[in-house]
């Protein structure tokens, strides 16, 4: 099994829809639950992160983990073409350690 | 807004050169990171780096890898002999510290696109 693993998409959505983001992972020593933003051939981005399990809101962004099923979600509300980007989980362990990415999905919000 | 700096943003090099990737990390940060993503795949970690020595290191990164800091500012990649296969983007990344209990942020550089001819 992968450490984490993300729906690739590509997902292509109308302006102000609501996106739904997925990764699992199997790693239970994961604590940190990162959701960076990649645009075309930049640099990943950190867009917004959770501790443990629950909720944690951010303007049109809303991360969610559930460490019992050991799956990771991001929503976003309201979605903007300027959100149109690959997004990427990144589980870690916290502190230091190396981010453990999933593959990315790739959105598209058309005006 | 301070931000971590690459150069150079694309390298071309024949298979069996060496080629060192430069990284510019955040003045006060402490821990750097190396990353690469092979087009159309995912970022993988391959080494961390704090107090002038590897912290960990992916089975990635082989002998023909190393890394340095070789004057308290620039963080350089080096792969000693390229193969066709390390044509990749590369990332640094860098964190403030690694305070137990919580995470840093880890920032990241633009990229440096590595194309082994």
């Known amino acids: 099994q992968k450490e984490v693993e993300q729906d690739p998409g590509p997902l292509s959505v109308p302006e102000g829809a609501i996106v739904s983001l997925n990764c699992t992972y199997s790693n239970s020593a994961f604590q940190y639950f990162m959701w960076y933003r990649q645009y075309s051939r930049k640099g990943p981005e950190l867009l917004m992160y959770t501790y443990s399990s629950g909720n944690k809101e951010d303007g049109r962004f809303t991360a969610q983990v559930d460490k019992s099923s050991k799956y990771i979600s991001l929503f976003i509300r309201d979605s903007q073409p300027s959100d149109s980007a690959t997004y990427l989980c990144a589980p870690t362990q916290g502190g230091s350690e190396k981010l453990v990415f999933g593959k990315g999905t790739k959105l598209t919000v058309n005006p | 807004e301070p931000e971590v700096t690459q150069t150079p943003s694309h390298q071309v090099t024949q298979m069996g050169q060496e080629v060192i990737l430069r990284c510019v990390p955040i003045?006060?940060?402490?821990?750097f990171y190396w990353y690469r993503q092979i087009l159309g795949q995912k970022v993988e970690f391959l080494v961390s780096?704090?107090?002038?020595?590897?912290?960990?290191k992916s089975e990635i990164f082989d002998d023909q890898f190393s890394v340095e800091r070789p004057d308290g500012s620039n963080f350089t990649l080096k792969i000693r002999s390229t193969k066709l296969e390390d044509s990749a983007m590369y990332f640094c990344?860098?964190?403030?510290?690694?305070?137990?209990?919580?995470?840093?942020?880890?920032?990241f550089g633009p990229g440096t696109r590595l194309t082994v001819l």
């Open positions: 990344a860098d964190t403030l510290s690694g305070t137990g209990g919580m995470t840093d942020t880890q920032y």
């Open positions: 780096f704090y107090n002038n020595e590897i912290s960990e």
């Open positions: 003045s006060n940060h402490l821990y």
